[in-house]
Nanobody
Framework: QLVESGGGLVQAGGSLRLTCTASSRTLGLGAVGWYRQAPGERRALVGSINSRGGTNYVDSVKGRFAISRDNAKSQVYLQMNNLRPEDTAVYYC????????????????WGKGTHVAVSS
């Protein structure tokens, strides 16, 4: 029910925009989170957006990444600027979670991910 797109190979300092497309019913569940999983590491939250457009990010991406949503298109975006080699990972979107005081708790809906590779 969730499909990520927009990944690819980019040089350090470059930008990518990822898109999470979902059925309107899925995004209608409210908050959405973007996660990433690097090789050999656990999947970790990158940032999230609530139903009203409020966002929250982990410290390592603050000022570089931005999440937005277009409910009419049933899409959520992850704009990634000034990419670093350490941003290399498979990126996933998650829906159906809860947003409490800027903290996102993952829901039951996952996409299959899109791979982002940043070369130095």
């Amino acid at each position: 029910q969730l499909v990520e797109s927009g990944g690819g190979l980019v040089q350090a300092g470059g930008s990518l925009r990822l898109t999470c497309t979902a059925s309107s019913r899925t995004l209608g569940l409210g908050a959405v989170g973007w996660y990433r999983q690097a090789p050999g590491e656990r999947r970790a939250l990158v940032g999230s957006i609530n139903s009203r457009g409020g966002t929250n990010y982990v410290d390592s991406v603050k000022g570089r990444f931005a999440i937005s949503r277009d409910n009419a298109k049933s899409q959520v975006y992850l704009q990634m600027n000034n990419l670093r080699p350490e941003d290399t990972a498979v990126y996933y979107c998650n829906a159906g979670g809860t947003w409490i005081s800027t903290d996102y708790t993952q829901g039951d809906y996952w996409g299959k991910g899109t791979h982002v590779a940043v070369s130095s």
